[in-house]
Structures are given as C-alpha cells and as structure tokens.
C-alpha cells in the first residue's frame, strides 16, 4: 500500500512563493499526473516528494508514513528523470542495477532483476553498452528500467517524454502506460503536455501558479473544468468564452439568444462551450467565420461572435467559406458557466 | 578571398606548428645528438653510462621518485577535497580560489625561500617553538643529520606550491558534471562517498589525467626548491643535470640526463592514461 498524502504542502524560494499550500491524496497503484504550464509548481511539488527539495511548511506521507525529513533513498521511491540522468560511464546493466547496487544486493539477485526490467523495456540486447551509444528513446528506457528495478512503492517522472521527438513520443506513452500499470506502483507523472496527461492519467491535477486548480479524471477536467484556467488550458483548441448577461431566474443572454444557465444572482456570467460541441443548425449563434483550417478527420473554422474569437470544429465535409455567416447551435448538455470574477465553474 | 574550410583550420595552426618545430622540436633534436654523441664522434652510449655509473645516480633518481611519491598523492587528494567543497559553495566560491591560487603566481625559487625563512636557524619555526618554550636555543634543522625534516620541508613547500594546479583543473572538471546525476544518486541510495566513488572520480576521469601528468611531470622536473631548501644534501635529478651542464662543463652528461628525465616523465604520463583510461564508449 503506497498512498500518497500532501498536507497543507508550500514552498518559497526567497520572496517567491513556488507552491501555495498544497493539499492532495494520491491512491494506491493510482497515475497521478501534475499537469500544467513551466513555473507552475509541477515539478517543485514533485522534487519535494522526492526529497531532492524541502517543503518550507506542509507534510508529505508515503504509505502511512512520514517521509518528509528522510532522505531520498528512505522513500521507497523512484525518479525518472527529464534528461535521463543515465550515467554515461556505466553501462546500461550497471546503470539499472545502481540502486540495487547501493542495497548491495547479491550479485545474481541484481542479474536477475536488471535482466527482467530490461525484458520489459525491451532493452535487453544493450546491456553491455554505454549510454553514448544510445539513442535518446533507448536511454529513456534505460532511465525508466533503473526505476523500475527498485520495485518502488512510487514512481516519480519528471518530463519523462519531453526530449523526445512526437512519433516515439506517443509510441513510449502508451508502452509507459501498460509497464506502469503492470508493476502496480503508484506513480507521479510531471508533463506541461496535456495529451501525454489525457491518455496516460488515472487522475490528473492541474497546477496554476502554485496551486492545484482541480484534481479530477482526465474527462471530468475535460468536460467539467472547475475553473477558466482549466477550461482554457485543457483542449486544442481551447473552450470559448462569450460574455452572459442574466435574463429573468435561470436564464442567460448570450450574443441575442437565451440559453438555460444556473440560478444565481451575479451581474454577470461566462458563457463556455468546446468547438466540437456546435453544430449548424437553424437557430443560435451567429458567427462570421474568419479562417477556414480544414485538418482532415474535422474542419476548424475560426469566427467572431460580436467582438470574440469563437472557434468551431465541424464535420470535413461542411462547406464553409471565410466571410460566411454560421448559425450555430451548442449541444445544451455541454454548455458550462463561469463566474468572471472568480473565474470558478458555476453550477 | 576565400579559403577552403577544409584547409583553414591547418593554415590556422601553422603558425604554432612552425614555432613548437623550431624552438622545441629542434633543440629536441641537437640535445639527442649531445646525449647520444662521443667524443671520438658518431652515436654511443657513453654519456648515458658515465651518468647512469655515477654514485649520486641512484641516489638522485630514487630522491626524485621518493618526492614525487610522496606529494602527488597528497596533492591530489587535497585538489579533490578543496576542489569538492569550493564546488559546493555557493557564495564567495571565486574568492576562496583566487586566494587558494595565490601560491602559483610565486615562482618555485620565491616558494622555496619562503620555506627556508621558517625551517632555517633564524626562521619562524625556530622563534615559535623557542617561544613557546619547545627548545632553549635554535636548533638548525635542514642539516645531513636530518634527512627526513629536510625531506618533509621539500615535500610540504611543493605540496604549498604546486597543488592549486591540480585544484584549478578539476574545479573545472567538477563543474562540468551534471547536477541531475548527483540527484539520481541521491534517490537510488548512493552515500556521498559512494557519490564519489561512483560517480565524481569516474567522471572526472579526464580532468585527473590532465591534472596528474601535469603535476607528475613537473614533480620530476623538481629542481628551484630542493636547491633553496636542501641545497646538496638532497640531490635531484634535475639538480644533477644542472651540475652536469654549469658545474662541470659536460653538456654531454647533462643532455643524457634530461632525456632520462624526459623517458621516466614520458613512462608515467602513459601510466597514469592507462590508469585513468575511459572505457571505449563511455562517453563522458
């Protein structure tokens, strides 16, 4: 069992606060990955549960245990690195072998495990090699397979995916997915890149100037953003916003048409809705499309609703041109309101 | 005009080239011919064997190896230490090596004077141990009847003077090493000294090469400090080939002597490669 607890976790370096009280649970056997832009805390937050960073104020817990003031190696933890971190004078059996080294492990016992992650990274004919004569994607696996022959409680991987190029980008990510989950460890997955964290994530979290704005599964920060930030930094092409004027109880004005929103009595809401929530259709919003991006399986069509920049993805076949008016209809159930000021989700 | 990008980097050289083949190369030639000549004409052994078959050989060359034993070690093991900590300081780090440098602005002769003002009859040694209240009158310490304290003042004023080289090498050879290694050794369990071990020395690989044949050549080239401090009662190679050449006006001995010294320098320097080789792929 290998629960992971934050409590009321901050950080600062001099007058800048990286992390603002962090508080999360991360279950047994779960893939959390810590999503969000560079500076945001994502891998400050990661670096404190290693131990290669102390909290200034906050608790971190492993399994029922405290483990803030342990060192690294007391954790029951294992990191895999952005660039690797492979020791380049080893080779890459001594490289997975490092920690079991360290344990010192009889000797057939390290064989035995280095030769199994190695089976499973598929790396096993590199073994003699060193890792100047590697390409990126292999000393990845190297760093993943010396993780894994801890046999950790946690897995740690900081950017893991991000020096490599997108074709074995994605080939590792789902490769990484089926090893991780197959060696039931919990793992913590650091990534600015919010597909990487929508396929490979149990739970993601993302994180905002030093913050966790939301904590949900991949579709539930998909569908259901608890914030503007999360609404506009999950999906590609992000959600539109259009301004909400209130329109008599439940009732919302959005460009000239009333759309069912919650009962509140703020001045003022967010109207907000995916591009591959619209459709055409006879009533709705109307549009002027802008730029036409046809993308092959779907159409991106870029367009001014009043003054904002609204984009729309349609089916391939729909004939649009630039300067055409769309009426376009949301899908009802898709629709989400936010409050400006807060800029919270309103239910 | 334009020069082909294939030829410029050896026209750039040329000039250095031409300077090395014609102030050392050349010499380095005529000193051979000095070594190896005679005085009926034609090549021989002759100088080689006078200054090998001379009594103060063996005791020359085993002072020269004893010293160089003796102070390489201790030099690096105190250019690793010093060059460790100065690489984990954060503040004031160029500081603390510009003044750990200073000794090697002094010339060796300076630095062996310097020695000899505190070992000398009238040195400070002296004046503290008597102020103390150690010893009731000075007592002279580099004499034949001390042969060991005139040895350990020749080691420790090289030791003083010669191991900031050392230290400037592999500062810059630890700088070179990636923190993320140092951070994985951290979270796979590696003690600081297993940091080391495992990951600093074999790193630094290429700095100690250069480091050591530097510092075990220029030990056997060992000459201004052992004449300040010891003078004849410790006698060196280099100090032999001196004598050769001013003393007895035998240019001939002089020149076998220095390219005995070049052949030891030249064995140790593969020595320490060999030692210190990187493994053939393990880029570092």
Not at chain 1, 255 to 276: C, V
Request: with cysteine; charged share 15%; proline share 5%.
């Amino acid at each position: 069992m290998a629960e992971i607890q934050i409590k009321n976790v901050a950080k600062s370096f001099g007058a800048y606060q990286a992390l603002n009280n962090i508080n999360l649970t991360i279950a047994d056997q779960e893939f959390m990955v810590l999503l969000g832009a560079s500076g945001c805390g994502k891998s400050t937050l990661l670096r404190i549960i290693a131990g290669l960073e102390t909290a200034t104020s906050g608790e971190v817990w492993i399994g029922g245990k405290r483990i803030d003031h342990l060192s690294p190696k007391d954790r029951g933890i294992a990191m895999v690195f952005q660039n690797y971190a492979v020791f380049p004078h080893l080779t890459v059996f001594e490289n997975i072998g490092f920690g079991l080294r360290m344990q010192k492990l009889p000797n057939d016992e390290v064989t035995q495990r280095v030769e199994r992650v190695a089976g499973l990274m598929h790396i096993e004919m590199l073994l003699k090699r060193y890792s100047g004569e590697l390409s990126g994607g292999q000393r990845q696996r190297v760093a993943v397979a010396r993780a894994l022959a801890m046999e950790p409680d946690v897995i740690l991987m900081d950017e893991p995916l991000s020096n490599l190029d997108a074709l074995l980008r994605m080939e590792m990510r789902a490769e990484l997915k089926g090893v991780l989950a197959e060696s039931k460890t919990t793992a913590i997955y650091v990534t600015h890149d919010q597909v990487e964290a929508m396929s490979m994530a149990d739970r993601i979290s993302v994180m905002h100037e030093g913050n966790i704005v939301q904590a949900a599964s991949p579709i539930e920060v998909y569908r259901d953003p608890a914030a503007k930030f999360v609404a506009s930094f999950i999906g590609n092409p992000p959600m539109n916003f259009l301004p909400a004027t209130p329109a008599g109880a439940g009732k919302w004005q959005v460009s000239g048409q009333t759309f069912d929103g919650p009962n509140t009595d703020k001045a003022g809401l967010q109207f907000a809705i995916r591009p591959e929530d619209m459709a055409p259709a006879e009533h709705g919003l109307v549009a002027t499309a802008k730029i036409v991006e046809p993308l092959g399986a779907h159409l991106l069509v870029t367009c001014q609703i009043d003054e904002a920049q609204f984009r729309v993805i349609l089916d391939s076949d729909t004939v649009v041109k630039p300067g055409q008016t769309l009426t376009l209809a949301p899908q009802s159930d898709r629709v989400r309101w936010f409050d400006p000021e807060t800029t919270l989700a309103v239910a | 005009m334009l020069l082909n990008a294939r030829i410029l980097p050896y026209v750039l050289i040329l000039p250095v080239t031409l300077f090395l083949c014609l102030f050392f190369i050349y010499p380095f030639v005529l000193v051979s011919q000095q070594a190896f000549g005679s005085s009926e004409g034609g090549w021989s052994l002759d100088n080689f064997r006078e200054v090998v078959d001379y009594w103060k050989f063996p005791i020359s060359l085993k002072n020269t190896l004893l010293l160089a034993a003796a102070v390489v070690p201790i030099q690096l093991a105190l250019a690793l230490l010093m060059a460790t900590m100065v690489s984990k300081m954060e503040k004031g780090r160029d500081m603390v090596l510009y003044i750990w440098t200073i000794p090697l602005g002094i010339s060796d002769l300076a630095a062996g004077i310097i020695w000899l003002a505190i070992f000398e009859q009238s040195g400070f040694l002296n004046s503290m141990l008597n102020g103390m209240g150690v010893i009731d009158k000075p007592v002279n310490f580099l004499t034949y009847q001390n042969p060991w304290i005139v040895f350990v003042a020749i080691a420790l004023a090289e030791i003083w003077r010669a191991t900031a080289i050392m230290l400037v090498i592999l500062v810059a050879g630890i700088g070179l090493i990636p923190k993320e290694y140092y951070e994985a050794a951290d979270v796979f369990g590696a003690s600081k000294w297993k940091q080391f071990t495992r990951i600093t020395f074999p790193m630094l690989r290429p700095s100690l090469q250069t480091a050591l044949v530097l510092r075990v050549i220029l030990a056997f080239e060992i000459f201004a400090v052992v004449a300040a401090l010891g003078g004849t009662l410790f006698p060196v190679l280099m100090g032999e080939t001196y004598a050769y050449q001013f003393d007895l006006l035998n240019s001939g001995a002089a020149a076998a002597m220095a390219l005995i010294i070049l052949a030891i320098s030249i064995g140790f320097t593969l020595i320490i490669l060999r030692i210190l080789r990187v493994p053939k792929g393990a880029s570092i």
